[in-house]
């Protein structure tokens, strides 16, 4: 089976505009979940999607956006980046509640 | 919320030592709590997992321990080798309350150095 897959893996952006990150989930899972990792703050939840719907939404301001597609596959999109956007996006996903959760590689955002 | 606290930080260990890795959690509700394991460059990788029915499991040189009644639980990991250097994160969920607990909460991780 593949894995988690994130596109891309690395990107640079500057301050004030927008990014599109992607995930495409093992194949079979419908949850995708999305984290952003900084050396300061480490592993914080961004938002869950399942069958196309947000089940639940971290703590982030409404730069940051989510969808899920009909076939599982997802993106997050930030807007108006700031320079503390910059950090490691992973995405993970599962079957569903009991199941565990597969991370992705990440993608590298850096806003300069 | 939920609120993991993972110790130590840092952990330096010779080869074939054993580490132990613990954290702490706070919501009662929580009844899954998996360890990664991150290199560099990579996503986390889960290691191992346990629910809040089991006291304890193993899975060859790796083992997790859960106390219910404490609220913390540990990784063990035995006859550690090189290739074991990494960083450790823990997390906790609750599967069953629904709603805005459809998340991991992580601990702030651990750089565990195997020296050969």
């Known amino acids: 089976k593949a894995g988690v897959t994130q596109t891309p893996r690395y990107l640079i952006k500057t301050r004030g505009q927008q990014v599109t990150l992607s995930c495409s989930p093992i194949?079979?899972?419908?949850?995708v979940s999305w984290y952003q990792q900084t050396p300061g703050q480490g592993l914080q939840f961004l938002f869950e999607?399942?069958?196309?719907?947000?089940?639940n939404k971290g703590n982030f301001p409404g730069r940051f956006s989510g969808r899920q597609f009909s076939n599982s596959r997802s993106e997050m999109n930030v807007s108006t980046l700031e320079l503390g956007d910059s950090a490691l996006y992973l995405c993970?996903?599962?079957?569903?509640?009991?199941?565990?959760?597969?991370f992705g590689s990440g993608t590298r955002l850096t806003v300069v | 919320g939920e609120n993991v606290e993972q110790h130590p930080s840092t952990l330096s260990v010779q080869e074939g030592d054993s580490a132990v890795i613990k954290c702490t959690y706070s919501?009662?509700?929580?009844?899954?709590f998996p360890w990664y394991k991150q290199e560099l460059g990579k996503g986390p990788q889960l290691i191992i997992d346990?629910?809040?029915?089991?006291g304890e499991k193993k899975d060859q040189r790796i083992a997790v321990t859960l106390n219910k009644t404490a609220k913390h639980f540990s990784l063990h990991i035995t006859e550690t080798q090189p290739e074991d250097s990494a960083v450790y994160f823990c997390?906790?969920?609750?599967?069953?309350?629904?709603?805005?607990?459809?998340?991991?909460?992580f601990g702030k991780g651990t750089l565990l150095t195997v020296n050969p």
């Open positions: 993970a996903s599962s079957e569903g509640i009991l199941y565990g959760y597969t």
């Open positions: 194949s079979g899972h419908r949850s």
């Open positions: 999607y399942f069958s196309e719907t947000q089940r």
């Open positions: 919501d009662s509700a929580s009844n899954y």
């Open positions: 346990i629910r809040s029915n089991v």
């Open positions: 997390a906790a969920k609750d599967d069953l309350s629904g709603g805005s607990n459809y998340k991991l909460t």
